[in-house]
């Protein structure tokens, strides 16, 4: 899986919502009702990074969730977390 | 609930399995076999948190759990702390 140029991450990232580029990774933070609904959005994302055989490096207090996605061993931001990102889009929407 | 003074930390972080305190929290880290693995303990704590209306600061990425524990109100380490802390020493034990 081949590291994105700058270029690339930012045409992809204008197709997201309120996701940013930093530091070799994506990174968004989104925040819910109480801690009940943000881990429950946790879970859902668990099942999906698990289904997609890559995971994010996250953080939670309470109701605010933290993501970060790139991919380790491309030392940089791949396809793979872009599918993700896309897929944690969804989830939220749906939610 | 009344923050508790560093000699009161020192002396109940010695009845933890590798717990330390610094700025304000007291912190753990865990090392699983997988992120499933990591997540399903991420789960049970999740319910315990919950129960107690006490949630952690926590980070995950794949197989690693960092968790700090503080009690924003009291702006330091509090007996909820340690309830918790306890709480995810069992979870943690019967994995």
């Given amino acids: ?3 994105l ?8 990232l204008a197709k997201l ?12 933070s989104f925040q819910f009702e109480n801690f009940k609904d943000a881990f429950t959005v946790m ?3 668990a099942f999906e990074a698990e289904a997609q055989q ?3 490096n996250w953080g939670n207090v309470y ?3 933290e993501i970060s996605l790139s991919t ?6 791949t396809e793979k977390d872009f599918k993700l990102a896309q897929a944690i889009e ?3 929407e749906a939610g």
Same sequence: chains 1, 2.
């Fill in 1 to 3: 899986m081949e590291k």
């Fill in 5 to 12: 140029s700058e270029d690339q991450i930012d045409k992809k």
């Fill in 17 to 28: 919502d309120g996701w940013k580029y930093s530091k070799n990774a994506i990174h968004t």
């Fill in 43 to 45: 879970t859902r994302i």
């Fill in 54 to 56: 890559h995971h994010p």
């Fill in 63 to 65: 109701n605010e969730l």
């Fill in 72 to 77: 380790h061993d491309a030392d940089g931001v």
């Fill in 90 to 92: 969804e989830i939220i």
